[in-house]
């Protein structure tokens, strides 16, 4: 076994049965690609390399490249370098395919790692990814949920998503201080209609200022009064009081009215 590297945030997974569970959650079809997210020492990847896919794991450990290629041979495809750092786009141009992803993935890295994800939209299927719990049910968390904020509304305008189920600490060597969950994210073909960067500035901004009503944040993207003037909304509410589909609206709003 690899020591794990703690500035990696390495936590290898050791239980056969949650291994079972995260493969059968995964509704293979053949010819489907999957990219595996820090594979390691291969816990996961032994449950794939023999199903009628082609699969792909991008590690930046160098000692578990070189393990996996004893282990599992050319049945996996190895891209030695940080997952930030992949071109999903042209991975996919590459295989002509559409990609799924799946893996464990290090939790410090985890909002990177979704934006990642979010900004290969178009060339991916979904994601069966492991991440910690408490952020796990960030991204699921509806509006006026303590857990509801910028993550939530992100993964919820990009995919469907869902919590499959959750992964005690205990299941780990070495044993992470918290618990686990697996969240399955479809991608959607078709996005709510929207100016995207717009969108995406207003939520970071409103949000920033979380405890302060929707003008405080909405000011300190430089909007007039006169703008917000105009706005058929109640500038009063706090932004995690807003649904998705508020957030879309008030963007559309902005936007037509900057453009009168």
């Known amino acids: 076994m690899l020591k794990p590297i703690k500035s990696l945030g390495q936590h290898y997974l050791r239980d056969e049965n949650i291994l079972r569970k995260i493969t059968g959650s ?10 595996e997210i820090g594979p390691g020492q ?11 896919i082609i699969l792909i794991g991008i590690e930046v450990d160098k000692r578990a490249i070189e ?9 996996l495809i190895l891209i030695h370098e940080d997952v930030l750092n992949v071109d999903l786009n042209n991975l996919s141009k590459q ?11 290090p939790y410090y890295l985890t909002s990177e790692i979704l934006f990642w994800l979010f900004d290969a939209r178009s060339v991916l299927v979904d994601s069966v990814i492991m991440m910690q719990l408490e952020v796990a049910q960030r991204l699921v968390a509806n509006p006026g949920n303590k ?43 078709q996005l709510p209609e929207c100016d995207e960067k717009l969108f995406r500035t207003i939520v970071r901004a409103t949000f920033s200022k979380r405890r302060k009503t929707l003008k405080n944040g909405l000011k300190s993207l ?23 589909g508020e957030f879309v ?4 709003a902005i936007d037509r009215i900057k453009k009168q």
Do not use: W
């Open 26 to 35: 995964l509704s293979i079809e053949q010819g489907d690609v999957f990219v």
């Open 42 to 52: 291969g816990a996961l990847t032994k449950h794939l390399v023999d199903k009628p």
């Open 67 to 75: 393990l996996l290629r004893q282990t599992v041979g050319e049945k």
């Open 95 to 105: 295989y002509g395919r559409q990609l799924r992803i799946v893996g464990n993935i």
């Open 147 to 189: 857990d509801y904020g910028i993550l939530s509304i992100f993964t919820q305008f990009y995919t469907e998503c869902k919590l499959l189920f959750k992964v005690s600490r205990n299941c780990f060597f070495p044993r992470p201080e918290v618990d686990s969950a697996i969240i399955k994210m479809n991608f959607k073909e």
């Open 222 to 244: 430089d909007i007039e009064d006169s703008i917000l003037n105009q706005l058929d909304l109640n500038l009063t509410r706090r932004p995690e009081d807003l649904s998705i």
């Open 249 to 252: 609206s008030l963007a559309n």
